[in-house]
């Protein structure tokens, strides 16, 4: 990784998610097209000014209640979050009692055992959805994004999908489960389609998720967390996120 990026310099956070992710690649646990994808995705955090907006407070604070109240919830792990955020997406498994599951686009089992060692050296105790554990299908994909594990994403009742395809979100809504997703588009498909859409940076929303979740936790009641998850408008949310985008396109022109 490069070290020669200064402590002072105003992207410092992101140039050092990049290394990350070139440093994921060389690893292989990320593909070239994870790249492209991420550049993709810090254009929209410019718009969002980088930070952790209002609304995106609130989508993490119902998705770690909708968390915490699931029976079987679940952590989709694909390489671009394992190389970015290993040792939070643990953290946060732990916190909720979520299981881990890798899920690839461009699936390779030797891509996927690269993921698994980077959880599991990062206090991971069992990773699911790992070369032929992932022998179930979601009949609605044609992608190898169908093939999950029969104990992780399939028996799931509540599915994180970070940096995620529209067309899997979907087909899991169908299969009846609630998508919380990590999206910085608030007009993408995957954050239409889920009950719980947080427009925010990753490296952000993870940290605040585990630290909201312990907080939920140890109120030990639930009538509070339905609460919270009754009160959430997933389409007034990534209306007030789009807002915030669109006040920045205007303050640039």
Known sequence: MNKNIPLSHPRFKSLLVRE????GFE???????????HGRGEAF???????????????????SAELLLARHPVISINGNVAAICAKELVELSKVTNARLEVNLFYRDEKRERFIERELINN???????????????????H??????????????????????????????????????????NPISRTARVAQITIVDNIIRVLPTMI??????RSLEDEATLTKIIKEFNNKKNL????????GAKDGLL
């Open 27 to 37: 690893r292989g646990l990320v593909v070239a097209q994870g790249l492209i994808a």
């Open 123 to 141: 206090g991971a105790r069992k990773v699911y959805g790992v070369g032929p554990r992932a022998s179930a299908r979601i009949s609605e994909l």
């Open 20 to 23: 990350k992710l070139v440093s």
């Open 211 to 216: 630290s909201i979740a312990r907080e939920l």
């Open 45 to 63: 955090d410019y718009l969002l000014g980088e930070q952790t907006s209002r609304a995106a407070r609130v989508a993490i604070t119902a998705a």
């Open 239 to 246: 209306e007030e996120s789009l807002g915030i985008i669109q």
């Open 143 to 184: 992608s190898e994004r169908r093939r999950v594990d029969p104990d992780g994403i399939y028996l799931g009742d509540v599915v994180i999908v970070p940096l995620e395809d529209g067309d899997r979100a979907e087909a899991l809504v169908k299969m009846g489960k609630k998508i919380i997703a990590i999206d910085l």
